[in-house]
């Protein structure tokens, strides 16, 4: 399937996305639970306790980002400079398609914070992924993103931090909504890493153990 979506173009991935969301959707709900999809703001520790959850359950930790770089064989930058936000929407989905269909049994999967904005991507999304919500404090993700050593925002002076800040409350009121779609939420306010990787591990449908009926 992956093969003959790579060869559609932009109408007709739509098309065949329309098709396909409307004979499968949440058909498989046993199948899409075992697909865990993090999704949220910078800074919520997305990555962070993605790949601690895989490693928990004993699945590949994919990030979404990345895996589209690889469906259109170059950096982000380059595909949003050739092909513009609608042409990394399309290769967007393309790696949605593959990561379900490569990782039909169980993956963990780290989406950007932008995706819930994409009303067909953030569909698809939640067709094939139980998507979880990690919340936090605009605060919050302010500070991890620095810690993380990203000091581009906040830099230049102690206006521009304030005004990044106020930048990242408005992006967060903006999407609070859309985030809220999600399956379930974990709040990773003033939890430390090991506190919320267990809310997330109580929070995520139990892994379905294979060979046992």
């Known amino acids: 399937m992956h093969g003959l979506l790579a060869r559609l173009d932009d109408a007709q991935l739509d098309d065949a996305y329309q098709l396909l969301a409307g004979n499968f959707a949440r058909a498989d709900e046993q199948g899409r639970e075992q697909r ?64 379900a269909e490569v990782h039909a049994d169980g993956v963990v999967m780290t989406t950007g914070g932008s995706i819930v904005s994409e009303l067909e991507t953030f569909e698809l999304l939640q067709s094939r992924f139980y998507c979880v919500w990690l919340k936090a404090s605009p605060e919050e993700h302010m500070s991890r993103v620095v810690a993380q050593g990203d000091m581009r925002p906040f830099e ?58």
Request: net charge positive; glycine share 8%; aromatic share 4%.
């Open 156 to 213: 230049s002076s102690r206006g521009a931090t304030s005004e990044a800040l106020d930048d990242l409350r408005r992006i967060l009121a903006s999407r609070e909504a859309l985030y809220a779609r999600a399956d379930t939420v974990v709040d990773t306010a003033a939890r430390t890493v090991k506190q919320s990787l267990k809310d997330l591990e109580r929070a995520v449908p139990a892994l379905e153990a294979k060979g046992i009926k």
């Open 36 to 99: 865990i999809a993090l999704i949220g703001l910078r800074g919520a520790g997305k990555s962070t306790l993605g790949a601690q959850l895989a490693a928990q359950r004993g699945v590949p930790f994919v990030e979404l980002d990345r895996e589209t770089e690889r469906e259109a064989g170059t950096s982000m930058n380059e595909i949003l400079l050739l092909h513009g936000q609608a042409g990394y929407r399309r290769y967007e989905r393309r790696a949605l398609f593959r990561i």
